[in-house]
């Protein structure tokens, strides 16, 4: 077991290694100012919406949308109603948007569904609008979002990402995990990296996207498991910046059925590898070349997953190894019970600043923030056998089903 216990050390000093630096970051927002903005332009803007069977949230999200403070004529709403089987279009339409209808169940997933989407509106539109934003149907807006992200956008951000609320944080300790993580996201990686000039990362729904950027990909040509990974990817070895505005809330729907949130974290850890396939070596390769936003990237997407992953693969081996040779529970058990013990308090300390930090952006009572700080290291650790399966297991991209249908009035 001594040879089991200096494996985890060195798995512990790896661990270290690679992520000191988003140690530092949980500085960064408490030692620094966002820097003043440039006046604004007004741009004229398309909203994007990939939509399955989302008849029961999508029209609270156009509500959001026309409810901006941002000048309603420069704003237009698309959605791609994508193989549905409900009244979402008709949903969507009454809510006043344009909305195409896609059915190709061969071609599956949000990747597919927004190319479509933006070759309807070149098709028709031409090259009217500056910029084009991605929502998820389940999302809301606070009512200055859009005036945020135009700000950062006047400022020369060809791409912008937002702040990630959750709408469904109280449910139960699963919407508050993930609720938790995208908050620590938003303020202890994206915020830290915009102060300190480098580049924000796209995360899943809320951003924006300059035509020209656009026109460049020829559309939206990503299509892996997380096509918003591969896209952020693709932006950092092309040395495209990508901007964050603090001050843009959105909120989107968090899953609350373990099944659910395991088929769709199994998916984003096989996108992960998926994207480190298709373009490890070019990130790795700018990385050396000085691009600081490269190595960021290559830390969010691999070295976790391989290292926990090879953490839980071997000391299982050795545990079974050390029973099967005479060994006792107790020897087994107790170096486990170490680990888990460390792995817990670090997240207990991430999910505990960020609560602290974010406070009253949270949208539950004080004891369910407490209570769901001190289970989002257990929601964080499930991560570990997710991981693992993610490696063995077959992976396709599947609907989330949304039901949690409140609108912005609710939240804000």
Known sequence: MSTLRAFNVLLSILFFTCYFYQLVYLLIP??????????????????????????????????SIRSQDYPGELVSVFVAADNCD??????????GATVYERFDRARVGKGYALDFLLRQIWRERGDVFDGYFVFDAD????????????????????IVTSY????????????????????RDAE????ARALIGSSAVVSGTGFLVSREI????????????????EFTADCMIRGDRIGYAPDAELFDEQPVKFRQSWRQRMRWSRGFLQV????????????????FSCFDMV????????????????????????????????????????????TYLFMLFLGALTTVKEWRHIRTTAAKKVLYTLTFPVFMMTYIPISVCALFRKVEWKPIEHKVNVSIKDLV
């Open 164 to 183: 990630r609320n959750s709408k469904n944080f109280g449910d139960n300790w699963i919407s508050a995990g993930y609720a938790l993580w995208f908050l």
């Open 214 to 229: 656009l026109e460049r990909n020829g559309g939206w040509p990503f299509h892996t498991l997380t096509e918003d990974t």
């Open 276 to 291: 480190f396939r298709l373009y490890g070596g070019r990130l790795l390769s700018a990385a050396a070349h000085g691009s």
């Open 86 to 95: 409900d009244a979402t279009a008709e949903t969507a339409r009454r809510a």
């Open 139 to 158: 999302n809301l807006l606070a009512p200055g979002y859009i005036t945020a992200m135009n700000r950062q956008f006047s400022d020369g951000y060809r």
């Open 299 to 342: 830390m969010s997407i691999m070295p976790a997953i391989v290292l926990a992953t090879s953490g839980l693969l071997i000391n299982g081996a050795v545990s079974v190894l050390t029973l099967l040779s005479g060994g006792t529970l107790l020897e087994v058990l107790l170096p486990a019970a170490r680990s888990l013990a460390g």
């Open 30 to 63: 408490h030692l620094k100012r966002d820097r003043p903005h440039a006046p604004a332009v007004l741009h004229r803007y398309a909203v994007l919406i990939a939509a399955r069977n989302e008849e029961a949230v999508i029209g609270n999200l156009i509500e």
């Open 188 to 191: 202890y990686l994206n915020h």
